[in-house]
């Protein structure tokens, strides 16, 4: 299994253009988290899904946008990048087992906007 | 509501010294806990986790972590650090009831090993 898997791994980007970070999975996890990860101020949850076509914002939705038409991707939308969107992003899938919903992570993509 | 505080954003000890990395929760559910390491310029991976039974948990690269329920905490320790163990850890908490699906976050602790 190739686990969690993001792309790109590096992108810049200008204000205002917009890009999509890519995620896909192959455990066939039922749940998907976007994170973004800024220094000093630990996890933030961007965005989650449950399930094909279901998704729901986290605590920093603004300026992004997902989708999840498949188990196995779950893209992210930048539209109109900002200097604010500087950060490394994070996906990761989970499931249901008897201990919680343990998160297995991507490599991550690192974002500059300039 | 749960919340996860974890003491110290920065720890620094001498190779074959104890670790000693702290982490207090507050949840008014019985609590699933977790300890992630980040290696520089990688994503997270699990160490160890606790959800019922036994209170001392042993992880990989032989860190271990207590959770003690009097106390709302859930320190990661880990007898003598190797230069390897240089990273960030992260404590997380999510609820044992309900259909709780996300993690809860601390800001993380930043291990340096000196040698």
């Known amino acids: 299994n190739a686990g969690v898997t993001q792309t790109p791994k590096f992108r810049i980007l200008k204000i205002g253009q917009s890009m999509t970070l890519q995620c896909t999975q192959d455990?066939?996890?039922?749940?998907m988290y976007w994170y973004r990860q800024d220094p000093g101020m630990g996890l933030k949850l961007i965005y989650y899904?449950?399930?094909?076509?279901?998704?729901d914002k986290g605590e920093v939705p603004n300026g992004y946008n997902v989708s999840r038409s498949t188990t196995e991707d779950f893209p992210l939308r930048l539209e109109l990048a900002a200097p604010s969107q500087t950060s490394v992003y994070f996906c990761?899938?989970?499931?249901?087992?008897?201990?919680?919903?343990?998160?297995?992570f991507g490599p991550g993509t690192r974002l500059t906007v300039t | 509501a749960q919340s996860v505080t974890q003491l110290g954003s920065h720890v620094s000890v001498s190779e074959g010294a104890l670790v000693l990395l702290r982490c207090n929760y507050s949840?008014?559910?019985?609590?699933?806990l977790f300890w992630y390491v980040q290696y520089p310029n990688q994503g997270l991976q699990l160490l160890l986790k606790?959800?019922?039974?036994a209170t001392l948990v042993k992880g990989i690269n032989g860190f271990e972590a207590e959770f003690k329920k009097s106390e709302t905490s859930f320190h990661l320790t880990k007898p003598s650090a190797h230069m390897s163990d240089a990273a960030e850890y992260f404590c997380?908490?999510?609820?044992?009831?309900?259909?709780?699906?996300?993690?809860?976050w601390g800001l993380g602790t930043s291990l340096a090993v000196n040698p």
């Open positions: 899904s449950v399930g094909a076509g279901i998704t």
């Open positions: 606790y959800t019922t039974g």
């Open positions: 455990m066939n996890h039922n749940y």
């Open positions: 949840s008014s559910v019985p609590p699933y």
């Open positions: 990761a899938s989970s499931y249901r087992t008897g201990g919680g919903y343990e998160q297995y």
């Open positions: 997380a908490v999510s609820a044992n009831a309900g259909n709780n699906r996300k993690l809860i």
